[in-house]
């Protein structure tokens, strides 16, 4: 099944205490991006990546870090949570960018203390 | 002024009628235009794409307002499994053709 998957789906922790939510597809796309989502401010991208080891940042990249050593992976990397960074967010996936049908995962909704 | 723009609702609409909401995209240069449909804690899947022309799909229909810069979605015949949030997408040319999403607006269906 075609499929993009993150995890952990839920996550509780503490400010500073660095965490990786991970993202995985299994379409062989190129694009792959992260949001975040909060009530009222709509899906906002944190980072994008055109390919394997090209990334670049979205709107809102402050505090969030990304990797994209294979082409199926693409994490998400909080270095130092803080609770600003609480949100429900979203990895997707297209076949070659912005302009074609976003795919994306189930969320992860992390709550930081 | 947000870049896109959508009017929060919630719509309520009785199960068969018909319900209609735009969006308002504030870059002249967007050329791309989508709506994607988000079910509560959901992910975002997408519904349609916006042509030039309008297009339709089933009971959806999709306008283009170049000139008002905004876009509308139509609903006709409401099944009470359209209720959902209703996410407007353009894309921004000089960013890559990188997209913004609008809030949402929220449909509810009533029996």
């Known amino acids: 099944e075609a499929q993009v998957t993150q995890n952990p789906r839920y996550l509780i922790t503490v400010t500073g205490k660095k965490l990786t939510v991970t993202c995985s597809q299994n379409?062989?796309?190129?694009?792959m991006s992260w949001y975040r989502q909060d009530p009222g401010l709509g899906l906002r991208q944190i980072y994008y990546s055109m390919n394997v080891e090209v990334t670049d940042k979205g709107d809102v990249p402050e505090g969030y870090k990304v990797s994209r050593k294979e082409k199926r992976n693409f994490p998400l990397i909080l270095e130092s949570p803080s609770p600003n960074q609480t949100s429900l967010y979203f990895c997707?996936?297209?076949?070659?960018?912005?302009?074609?049908?976003?795919?994306f995962g189930p969320g992860t909704r992390l709550l930081v203390l | 002024r947000k870049e896109v723009e959508q009017d929060p609702g919630p719509f309520n609409v009785p199960e068969g009628a018909t319900v209609a909401f735009n969006c308002t995209y504030s870059?002249?240069?967007?050329?791309?235009f989508f709506w994607y449909r988000q079910d509560c804690r959901k992910e975002p899947k997408l519904l349609m794409s916006v042509y030039s022309s309008g297009n339709e799909d089933g009971r959806f229909t999709a306008q283009l307002n170049r000139a008002s810069q905004y876009i509308s979605l139509l609903i006709r015949d409401s099944k009470l499994s359209d209720s959902a949030t209703y996410l407007c997408?353009?894309?921004?040319?000089?960013?890559?053709?990188?997209?913004?999403f609008g809030g949402g607006t929220r449909v509810l269906v009533k029996p």
């Open positions: 870059n002249s240069a967007s050329q791309s």
């Open positions: 379409m062989n796309h190129e694009y």
């Open positions: 997707a996936s297209s076949l070659a960018g912005g302009l074609e049908t976003q795919y």
């Open positions: 997408v353009v894309n921004k040319p000089a960013a890559g053709n990188k997209l913004t």
